[in-house]
């Protein structure tokens, strides 16, 4: 099971973890592409959940007599709404990443421009910071949460 959440976005584009060729350039074509189906599958996977929710929310509306029976129905419906809210925020993410890979500016920091690397691209395809970055982004969150 740990497996394949480590390569859940991997396996769902049917794809296996990028190999690469001793002095390789970093992020070149072939590394793009392969970032590009990742994000691409994922972008569509959204999608599709997005139009099954809608479906499922216009299939399942019903007037319970029930105030109990209605009052569960409009809580699951408001979960699956902000489910869904998340998605298209997601959706947006992964489409600003898309664009950065067709404009060559993708897989490196952008607080210090350094190569993010390929493992951690392919366990969080839109990351835009390096995870000594992200560490750091992390700690100042958290303190300024205690303020």
């Known amino acids: 099971m740990p497996d ?3 390569h859940g976005l991997l ?6 973890p990028y190999q690469e060729k001793p002095g390789e350039e970093y992020m070149n074509e072939a590394q793009r592409a ?3 189906t990742i994000l691409e599958t994922w972008r569509n996977d959204l999608r599709n959940e997005v139009d099954r929710t809608k479906s499922h ?3 399942e509306a019903a007037n319970f007599p029930d105030p109990v029976d209605r009052a ?7 979960l699956e709404l902000r489910t869904r809210d ?5 959706i947006k993410k992964i489409e ?5 890979i067709k404009e060559d500016d993708f897989g490196f920091c952008e607080s210090c421009g350094i190569e993010i690397g390929i ?5 969080r395809p839109t990351a835009d910071l390096c995870v000594d970055c992200k560490t750091l982004a992390e700690i100042k969150e958290k303190q300024a949460g205690r303020g």
Do not use: C, N, V, Y
């Not at 600003?96 to 950065?100: R, V």
């Open 57 to 59: 929310m216009q299939d």
């Open 4 to 6: 394949q959440k480590k």
């Open 96 to 100: 600003k990443t898309i664009i950065l």
């Open 72 to 78: 569960a129905q409009e809580e699951e419906f408001s």
């Open 34 to 36: 392969h970032f590009k």
């Open 11 to 16: 396996a769902q584009a049917g794809l296996e």
């Open 86 to 90: 998340r998605e298209r925020k997601l």
């Open 119 to 123: 493992r951690r691209l392919e366990a």
